[in-house]
């Protein structure tokens, strides 16, 4: 690497002074073997990247008594994790609780598994214990945003919309996870529609369908926004894109939002109702 640094300084200084006739031939081959050389060792670490992966694999398949305790078993742990998460996003509560549960028993030192735990929890309406694992995250991590937006999600669907802005708001800022900020941005939608300020929530909603395009409860609530701010049109164009997202289990409410408004009806004024 240092190499290829070396030369591509030196190839970077001939091009900012003065290049003669005589030389452009030779910079361009230069510039050519570099890029090369470069394509090389890309393809050298791709490849030794697919042996580590040989290595977690082998690590893995060890005896357990010779493996990381399970108390602190970080790769299991982690694997939970990401099937929680999966989970999650197609609204398999039960099935997320579980997985995010086995995540916190192999690794008690993980902050995310039970911030995320607290969303399986939250959205089976049981608020009081999220909340009581969120308040434990954050004493150990003030800026977890996982666990932050949590417990904004938490005050919105008991009604408390001033805290659950404030916590959203501080999610939104602060944190460097992009799952948080997303669904930051999406609760802070949520959150204006409940104070009927719908340019506001607009704004925020937009943010987290540009982030997560296939975040088809963003597209919901977006249409519902842009609805009730009179613009029809545009709803139902958001409601159209988020009933196509497969997978999703939150596109059979934009298709029945879609029906509503056909049929002459109008939108829920809350996502509670």
Excluded at 37 to 45: D, G, H, P, W
Excluded at 116 to 137: F, P
Excluded at 146 to 164: M, N
Excluded at 197 to 206: G, I, N, P, T, W
Aim: include cysteine.
């Amino acid at each position: 690497m240092a190499s290829l640094r070396a030369e591509f300084e030196r190839l970077e200084t001939a091009l900012q002074g003065q290049v003669a006739a005589g030389e452009r031939t030779a910079l361009k081959s230069a510039i050519v073997a570099l890029f090369k050389r470069t394509e090389t060792r890309i393809a050298e670490m791709t490849a030794f990247k697919e042996r580590i992966r040989d290595l977690v694999e082998g690590f893995k398949a060890l005896p357990q008594a010779a493996a990381v305790s399970t108390r602190h078993d970080h790769l299991g742990a982690s694997t939970h994790i990401e099937r929680g998460w999966s989970a999650l996003a197609a609204g398999d509560w039960a099935v997320a609780e579980a997985q995010l549960r086995q995540a916190v028993s192999l690794d008690a030192t993980s902050t995310t598994a039970p911030a995320l735990l607290s969303w399986a929890l939250m959205y089976q309406n049981r608020n009081d214990e999220a909340l009581q694992l969120c308040l434990q995250v954050l004493l150990g991590e003030p800026e977890n945003g996982l666990a932050r937006v949590a417990i904004g999600a938490i005050c919105l669907r008991k009604g408390i919309v001033g805290e659950a802005i404030e916590h959203l708001s501080r999610a939104a800022a602060r944190t460097a996870d992009g799952r948080a900020a997303l669904y930051a941005n999406f609760w802070l939608g949520v959150a204006y529609l409940e104070r009927d300020m719908q340019s506001d929530a607009v704004e925020f909603l937009r943010r987290a369908v540009t982030q997560g395009p296939n975040l088809a409860e963003g597209w919901a609530e977006l249409g519902r926004a842009l609805w009730l701010r009179g613009q029809h049109v545009e709803a139902r164009e958001a409601w159209t894109l988020g009933a196509g997202i497969r997978h999703s289990p939150h596109a059979g409410r934009c298709r029945a939002l879609l029906d509503t408004v056909a049929g002459g009806g109008v939108p829920p004024r809350s996502p509670f109702a």
